[in-house]
T-cell receptor, first 115, second 112 residues
Framework: GAVVSQHPSRVICKSGTSVKIECRSL??????MFWYRQFPKQSLMLMAT?????????EQGVEKDKFLINHASLTLSTLTVTSAHPEDSSFYIC???????????FGQGTRLTVV | SQQGEEDPQALSIQEGENATMNCSYK?????LQWYRQNSGRGLVHLIL?????REKHSGRLRVTLDTSKKSSSLLITASRAADTASYFC????????????FGKGTMLLVSP
């Protein structure tokens, strides 16, 4: 069965609104989760590392005020795209490493379309 | 920044044929992993090869790693239509296996 649950799988929102994406680890607790973004026909780019109980670590060029990450519990991380614009339309995927950090499990992804 | 570069970018073959995808990377790595992504879906981990390994097999998959050339290849033997997907290599940095830098991917189309 699924190890990581990501919700929603697809969302359409209007420009200027905010969208929250959830990533849940179903099988084990995770102090760290990762958020990636994937543009059409391109690769995954790491956006940020979500740390339980502390601030997320953002990759260079990713606006932390625009992509708010909250890792409030050991099984849930949320990514909120604030004041969304059409250029934020993308596929967002989270991943959760296992306890020994020997493998990463990916969510099914969220297709965000901003109109 | 992206680490891996896969080639070809797209590959079209017939069922039963073998598919070979290559990946090159730029910096030193701890491990290299291959993932599969069906259209618009999440990623599925296929195989991991550590930097001190040269070859690994898993079912119809064969992965090689040449750290001197900073390259890896993924071979899928006796391909099936269900193998149609995008395949990505990803390199693991530092001592962990989950902080990954992905290549651009190869889109594989297997026709019946």
């Amino acid at each position: 069965g699924a190890v990581v649950s990501q919700h929603p799988s697809r969302v359409i929102c209007k420009s200027g609104t905010s969208v929250k994406i959830e990533c849940r680890s179903l099988d084990f607790q995770a102090t760290t989760m990762f958020w990636y973004r994937q543009f059409p026909k391109q690769s995954l780019m790491l956006m940020a590392t979500s740390n339980e109980g502390s601030k997320a670590t953002y990759e260079q060029g990713v606006e932390k005020d625009k992509f708010l990450i909250n890792h409030a519990s050991l099984t849930l991380s949320t990514l909120t795209v604030t004041s969304a614009h059409p250029e934020d339309s993308s596929f967002y995927i989270c991943s959760v490493p296992n306890r020994r950090d020997t493998e990463a499990f990916f969510g099914q992804g969220t297709r965000l379309t901003v109109v | 920044s992206q680490q891996g570069e896969e080639d070809p970018q797209a590959l079209s073959i017939q069922e039963g044929e073998n598919a070979t995808m290559n990946c090159s990377y730029k910096t030193s790595i701890n491990n290299l992993q291959w993932y599969r992504q069906n259209s618009g879906r999440g990623l599925v981990h296929l195989i991991l090869i550590r930097s001190n390994e040269r070859e690994k097999h898993s079912g119809r998959l064969r992965v090689t790693l040449d750290t001197s050339k900073k390259s890896s290849s993924l071979l899928i033997t006796a391909s099936r239509a269900a193998d149609t997907a995008s395949y990505f290599c990803a390199t693991g940095m530092n001592s962990g296996y989950s902080t990954l830098t992905f290549g651009k991917g190869t889109m594989l189309l297997v026709s019946p």
